[in-house]
Nanobody, 121 residues
Framework: QLQLVESGGGLVQPGGSLRLSCAASGSSVDYYVIGWFRQAPGKGREGVSCISSSGDSTMYRDSVKGRFTISRDNAKNTVYLQMNSLKPEDTAVYYC??????????????WGQGTQVTVSS
């Protein structure tokens, strides 16, 4: 059974950066698309970015393009989300998930517990 654990969240000022990590255990992530999702208070879960199993294809929601970068290291069974130029509207609980791909959460089968990202001065 694949298990995912996110880390790297925290409090950062607007314009700052954070790098989230998604560490997998129990199974290899080599065969899965890995996605990052977020959920702000009172809002639905939205897809932020995803990366193909090989790492050669990525997808981003429009609001994070040019600011966020997703990458993966299959040797370390880990996927990263580098977040730069953070804005208050990026504040949310961030989740990583493994599944079939795309930015729709219904397509993902395995989920981490989430890590809080708060962007505030």
């Amino acid at each position: 059974q694949l298990q995912l654990v996110e880390s790297g969240g925290g409090l950062v000022q607007p314009g700052g950066s954070l790098r989230l990590s998604c560490a997998a255990s129990g199974s290899s992530v080599d065969y899965y698309v890995i996605g990052w999702f977020r959920q702000a208070p009172g809002k639905g879960r939205e897809g932020v970015s995803c990366i193909s199993s090989s790492g050669d294809s990525t997808m981003y929601r429009d609001s994070v393009k040019g600011r966020f970068t997703i990458s993966r290291d299959n040797a370390k069974n880990t996927v990263y989300l580098q977040m730069n130029s953070l804005k208050p509207e990026d504040t949310a609980v961030y989740y990583c998930a493994a599944g079939a791909g795309g930015l729709a959460h219904e397509l993902y089968d395995y989920w981490g517990q989430g890590t809080q990202v708060t962007v505030s001065s």
